[in-house]
């Protein structure tokens, strides 16, 4: 290998580690978002379990940033996608200005956020935490 392909096989190599970097930290930020909507689900459960009166505005209160947490991360996994198919080119070699992290010519071929929304691989986590809020809280205000 000359020295030149292999330089440029070294500046494809840390483009591609700097490109996973973004997609796991794309991913822990995904995994942050689903943690606080599930503590603004529980923290809504615990309250309207040991209050006296309870209310429904607290269901409202942990359902509102619940459905922003939901589309925060259907965002970040859209981003996620885009990256991931930044990196299939810079894997390929194909041509892509070396050390850019600008994704933004991938996101047409992504899904639109309200599509990721409700994939399956984001929306079962919602629609459970949902179902289960909503169960509690039929359980509390009907009286069983």
């Known amino acids: 290998m000359e020295d030149s392909e292999a330089h440029d096989e070294s500046i494809r190599i ?3 580690t700097m490109l996973q970097g973004v997609i796991a930290r794309m991913g822990s930020n995904s995994f942050t978002l689903k943690a606080l909507a599930a503590t603004f689900g529980s923290a809504a459960v615990a ?4 209050v006296e009166t309870p209310s429904p505005y607290y269901v409202v209160s942990a359902i509102v940033p619940m459905i ?6 259907a965002k970040y996994l859209r981003f996620e996608r885009a990256y991931r198919k930044l990196y299939d080119y810079v894997r390929k070699g ?3 200005e070396a050390y ?3 994704a933004s010519p ?3 071929d992504t899904s639109s956020v309200l599509r990721v929304a409700f994939s399956w691989s984001v929306s079962w986590f919602y629609v459970a935490i949902f179902l289960s809020l909503g169960g509690v809280a039929s359980l509390i205000f009907c009286g069983v």
Do not use: N
């Open 14 to 16: 840390a483009h591609l």
């Open 47 to 50: 309250v309207m379990a040991t």
């Open 68 to 73: 922003i947490f939901w589309l925060m991360d």
């Open 94 to 96: 194909e041509e892509v």
């Open 100 to 102: 850019s992290l600008e």
């Open 106 to 108: 991938f996101m047409k």
